[in-house]
């Protein structure tokens, strides 16, 4: 079949039943994106289809072929962060960092859908992923530094 | 496993037609089933391209095409459809995933759109090879992971009538992650109409009078709710002894709207 992810397309080999996740870790070679919990629980999965932020867990490979994939790996340009990756930084929104892909992405659709959010709308968006560290505040004032930015 | 990916609701029903295979609309229920081995299918056909996204008006209601998101459906007007799709658990993520064709013909019977549906008097398009038809909301959810459809059928859209009555909807889950633990749909016109979801195997219908409906609605959820709706999220005992409230609040909320 034929992927892309981040504006390139690859031809990979996969069974049927692989999943996305999978495929974008393991045949296109981009690890950013983390495998949570498999049952689309938790968002560590969560890369961009077509302009929506999409648990790659619960996506097979094959019924991606023909869309646009996008991953965390689309997000720094080099060494400069995107704006809402600097807010992750400077807020310290993670800890260990396994979430931290996920929140990323789900932080960006909310920022650009969402100009000026409140902390309902950021604890309504962020509420597809689990993070098990930080117990939220800091990702919630990261959010919310990446809307003003 | 076979696979294909149909462009048109033929090229489905061609696929479907000898009954070994499993649909696939977003994803977000059956995939993860498939992950952890609990569905193995020897056949999947994908409805991702196959036309059945979209709601359109058709006369005096909605077509809402099977393949339809909950986050299309959370920027719609349909009444109480919308506020249920706003609310479903998962974050932003499923809702653009999910779809009210896929949750539908799941029928957990911990979901939000069985009851509403059937509150909504919409009627279940079906299609196979060389035919098709419509089956009503409530005979369509047959039981728990239950419904009408055959193997080889193919839910495509759900039509769902215009209304006067005003909405009213309640769910009720003890925390943020969690499946509902029960629902209700209520609509308020001349009586009132109010579904139970997640309550039993599948939505239970309340009917009561206007002025009646506070002092008649607990002995009618009792009489109605014989058997409740027993999982890991809840025992049975206890969304019987809730139902009542949550059937409640969605009465008074839809008369507020009134």
């Given amino acids: 079949m034929k992927l892309t992810v981040n504006g390139v397309e690859h031809e990979i080999d996969v069974d049927p039943r692989t999943l996305l996740v999978h495929a974008i870790r393991e045949q296109v070679g981009l690890t950013g994106t983390h495998v949570g919990c498999l049952t689309g629980d938790c968002g560590a999965c969560t890369v961009v289809v077509d302009g929506q932020t999409t648990k790659s867990c619960s996506v097979l490979a094959l019924s991606a072929e023909g869309s646009a994939v996008e991953t965390i790996e689309s997000l720094a340009d080099g060494d400069d962060l995107h704006p809402v990756q600097q807010a992750f930084w400077d807020e310290f929104g993670f800890q260990c960092g396994f979430c931290l892909p996920g929140m990323l992405l789900t932080a960006k659709e909310l920022v650009e859908s969402t100009p000026d959010p409140t902390d309902d709308d950021i604890l309504r968006a962020i509420d597809g992923n689990l993070c098990r560290c930080t117990g939220y505040n800091t990702i919630v004032a990261a959010v919310r530094k990446a809307a003003r930015s | 496993m076979r696979y294909t990916r149909p462009a048109d609701v033929d ?44 709601i359109a008006r058709d006369g005096d209601g909605w077509v809402i095409g099977a393949m339809t998101t909950y986050t299309e459906l959370a920027r719609s007007n349909v009444p109480l459809l919308a506020t249920a799709a706003r ?81 009213g909807y309640v769910k009720f889950k003890l925390v943020e992650g969690s499946w509902p633990i029960v629902t209700a749909a209520a609509l308020a016109g001349p009586t009132i109409r109010v579904v139970l979801g997640g309550a039993a195997a ?57």
């Fill in chain 2, 11 to 54: 090229g489905v029903t061609a696929a479907l037609a000898d009954g070994d295979a499993v649909v696939v609309g977003g994803g977000t229920m059956v995939v993860p089933e498939m992950t952890h081995g609990r569905v193995r299918p020897s056949a999947v056909v994908d409805l991702a391209k196959a036309g059945l996204a979209g």
């Fill in chain 2, 87 to 167: 609310g479903i658990t998962g974050g932003p993520q499923i809702r653009n995933r999910g779809t009210v064709g896929g949750s539908a013909s799941y029928a957990n019977p911990s979901s939000d759109v069985p009851a509403v549906l059937v509150a909504l008097g919409a009627r279940m398009r079906l299609a196979r090879r060389g035919g098709a038809r419509e089956v009503p909301a409530a005979e369509f959810f047959a039981g728990a992971f239950r419904t009408a459809r055959e193997p080889d059928e193919v839910l495509t859209a759900i039509t769902v009538p215009d209304t006067a009555a005003a909405p």
């Fill in chain 2, 202 to 258: 599948a939505p239970v219908v309340v009917e009561l009078e206007r002025a009646s409906w506070r002092a008649r609605l607990r002995s009618e959820v009792d009489r109605l709710l014989t058997e409740p709706w027993d999982d890991v999220l809840a025992p049975g005992h206890y969304r019987a002894r809730i139902a009542p409230v949550i059937a409640a609040r969605a009465v008074a909320g839809a008369l507020e709207e009134a």
